[in-house]
């Protein structure tokens, strides 16, 4: 087996992040071989007698990945004396396994239980910013300003600015609202801190996703194996397609109109149409009456009127001016 760096093999070892196994050499906890190991210092695992504390470590087992449903009631927690019922009870071999993602005896939802130190880091440490969501049953319903208040960030007790987060209406229910919150922090009780400073006091909370990986139909109290895609996902910090940024729309091309033709097709606008042709023996307009006067179609004395039939009066009637004899 190739030589490869002592804190990633401490940590595959189940001695915490590499980080921890860092602090275990600067202490001068680790040696190798009988000599003191220091930062940077490379072994092989299956040859190198590599000790902590004077135990030699056993070889690295297995790595196993649980996502669990933490009921309420329910303790975050690896062991101590504690009688109650702690999430490593819930998994086989749990009291081997190191806790992704706590939460506070009152809450419920999704955890991790792995034995791998890498990916506890990769989930855990803020600087990897891995997304946290959050179903949360506020007592009242927020107004606006309540909202922007929260997604700004507030000051904790403890002095801590939490960062920015995502918090909208998911729906209302009775006097008070469901909220969806989601963040890349995870300060003790934080949620609950928070909304006690806004008024808005938190009756349920729910974890439903850390990172990629949903709660989907478990349980409370239930557990199942991550998939390889799962785990692939958690250690690249992988978003849920629902949270990936949506492709940059470009405008569309402008294309040139095309130019109406004004004659010879048939269609709509000027020159669409053809000209009627003119019949043989027909005169188009009124002609114009000699002499001026009333313009109109002069007529012959002997044509008759259209409307009475009765022949035009034109001069005198022969014998008009006859008298009858008395």
Do not use: C
């Amino acid at each position: 087996m190739a030589e490869e760096r002592l804190q990633k093999i401490l940590a595959r070892a189940g001695y915490g992040s590499r980080r921890a196994a860092e602090e275990l050499i600067e202490h001068g906890r680790v040696t190798v071989n009988g000599a003191v190991a220091t930062i940077g210092a490379k072994a092989d695992a299956a040859r190198d007698a590599i000790k902590v504390d004077g135990t030699r470590i056993t070889a690295a087992a297995a790595p196993v990945y649980f996502a669990v449903y933490k009921p309420r009631g329910v303790l975050s927690t690896t062991g101590g004396p504690e009688p109650r019922q702690k999430v490593t009870d819930l998994v086989p071999k749990g009291d081997q396994l190191h806790l992704v993602g706590r939460l506070d005896k009152d809450s419920e939802g999704l955890m991790l239980l792995t034995n791998d130190g890498e990916l506890t880091q990769r989930v855990s440490h803020p600087r990897y910013e891995q997304e946290k969501e959050y179903r949360v049953l506020v007592a009242r319903q927020p107004d606006a300003e309540q909202l922007a208040t929260w997604r700004r960030g507030v000051v904790l007790e403890d002095g801590t600015r939490t960062r920015p987060a995502d918090v909208r209406v998911e729906h209302l229910y009775g006097k008070g609202a469901w909220l969806r919150v989601i963040m890349q922090e995870g300060h003790k009780r934080q949620i609950r801190e928070i909304a006690g400073q806004l008024g808005l006091p938190v009756v349920k909370l729910i974890r439903v996703r850390i990172s990629n990986l949903y709660v989907g139909n478990l349980k409370p109290g239930e557990w199942r194996q991550l998939t390889e895609d799962e785990v692939r996902g958690l250690m690249a910090g992988e978003k849920p397609a629902s949270r990936q940024p949506r492709p940059e729309k470009r405008a569309p091309a402008k294309t040139a109109k095309p130019q109406a033709r004004r004659a010879g097709k048939p269609g709509k606008g000027p020159g669409s149409r053809k000209p009627a042709g003119r019949k043989p023996g027909i005169t188009l307009g009124r002609p114009q009456r000699e002499g001026g006067g009333r313009q109109g179609v002069k007529r012959s004395p002997a044509a008759k009127t259209p409307k009475t039939g009765r022949r035009p009066q034109s001069g005198r009637k022969p014998g008009g001016n006859r008298r009858k004899p008395a």
